[in-house]
C-alpha cells in the first residue's frame, strides 16, 4: 500500500478530544498529589506496576529488596519457564520503560533518532533480537509484516489483505519523516502527539520486529516529557497490551476509512485515563495506605 492511499491525516483537537485531554490532565494531577505524599507508597506501586504478575514466573525470581535500577536492571534479563513467557515480556517492557525514563537523554530530532529509540526499546528482547540484531529500516528484502504468517499465528490478528496490512517499503521514509515532523512541530497537545504519532509508526511498519516496542516508547517519552508521572506510563504499557486486538481493529479501520484520526487519538486517550485508575486503586491498596 502506497503513503497516498492511506486514510491517515493529522488529528485535530475537537471539543471532544480537549475534554478527554482536560480530563487526563485533572487525573494526572490528583494522582501526582498523591503519589507525592508518602516516598514509600510511591516506592511500592512504582515496583509493583514494574513487576506486575511476572515475579513467580522468572528464574531467578526476581529480587525486590534490590535498588529500583538493579531491579529493573535485573527484569530486562529475565528468563524463565515457558508457560510465563507473556508475563516476561512484558515486564521486560515495563523495567526498560522505567530505566528509560530516569535517565532523560534521548531526544527526536531526526529520522534516525527512531532508529536510537528502536534500539533502547528493544533491548535485550529474545524474539525481536532473533529477527533483526542492529537497528534498520525495513526494506522490500524482508518479510511482509502480518502478510506472511509469520506473526499472525502469534497475535490471531488477520491482516486486512495482503497488499495494504502496512506501507510499501518505499513510503517507509516519507512516513518517518512526516512523524517526526508532526512529533516536534506540530503545535497540538502533547496527549495528541504522542497518540497520534502511533498510527504512522504501526502503519508505516518501520522496522521489520519491535514496531510496537517502539511506537509505545515513543508515545511514553513524548507524555513523560509533557509531566506524565513513570506510575501511570507503566500502567499505560498494561492497558495498551490489553488492548491489542481494539487496537489492531482501529487501525484497519483507519486505514480502510472507516474511522477517524480523532476517534484512533480518543480511543488511545481512554487507556491513559483507564491506566491512572489502575495506579490509584493500585495506591489505595498499598501497605503504606493503611498505616
Not at 482536560?22 to 512504582?46: F, H, I, P, T, W
Request: aromatic content about 6%.
Amino acid at each position: 500500500m502506497r503513503i497516498t492511499d492511506t486514510a491517515w491525516r493529522t488529528p485535530a483537537l475537537t471539543p471532544e478530544l480537549g475534554e478527554l485531554v482536560d480530563l487526563a490532565r485533572k487525573s494526572e494531577r490528583e494522582l501526582q498529589l498523591r503519589l507525592g505524599q508518602d516516598d514509600a507508597r510511591r516506592a511500592y506501586v512504582v515496583r509493583r506496576l514494574i513487576v506486575g504478575n511476572a515475579a513467580d514466573a522468572c528464574d531467578p525470581r526476581l529480587d525486590m529488596r534490590l535498588p529500583l535500577e538493579e531491579l529493573c536492571e535485573q527484569a530486562v534479563e529475565a528468563r524463565g519457564p515457558l508457560d510465563g513467557g507473556t508475563e516476561r515480556k512484558h515486564l521486560r517492557e515495563r523495567a526498560r520503560l522505567c530505566l528509560h525514563l530516569s535517565r532523560g537523554l534521548w531526544q527526536l530530532g531526526a529520522p534516525d533518532d527512531l532508529l536510537e529509540l528502536w534500539d533502547i526499546a528493544t533491548r535485550r528482547e529474545p524474539l525481536v533480537r532473533n529477527v533483526i540484531d542492529e537497528p534498520r529500516w525495513r526494506t522490500a528484502d524482508d518479510p511482509v509484516p502480518f502478510t506472511g504468517g509469520r506473526m499472525t499465528w502469534l497475535f490471531g490478528v488477520q491482516p486486512l489483505r495482503p497488499e495494504c496490512a502496512t506501507a510499501d517499503p518505499r513510503d517507509i521514509g516519507p512516513i518517518v519523516e512526516s512523524t517526526v515532523s508532526f512529533v516536534c512541530d506540530s503545535g497540538l497537545p502533547p496527549e495528541l502527539v504522542a497518540f497520534g504519532a502511533s498510527f504512522p509508526m504501526f502503519f508505516a511498519h518501520p522496522f521489520v520486529d519491535g514496531n510496537g516496542h517502539t511506537s509505545r516508547l515513543l508515545a511514553c517519552d513524548t507524555l513523560h516529557k509533557a509531566g506524565y508521572s513513570s506510575a501511570t506510563l507503566l500502567a499505560l504499557l498494561d492497558r495498551l497490551h490489553e488492548s491489542r486486538l481494539e487496537i489492531s481493529q482501529m487501525i484497519k479501520d483507519v486505514v480502510m476509512g472507516n474511522a477517524s484520526s480523532e476517534e484512533f487519538v480518543a480511543f488511545y486517550l481512554g487507556r491513559l485515563t483507564a491506566a491512572q485508575e489502575a495506579v490509584m486503586e493500585l495506591l489505595d491498596s498499598s501497605p503504606a495506605a493503611s498505616r
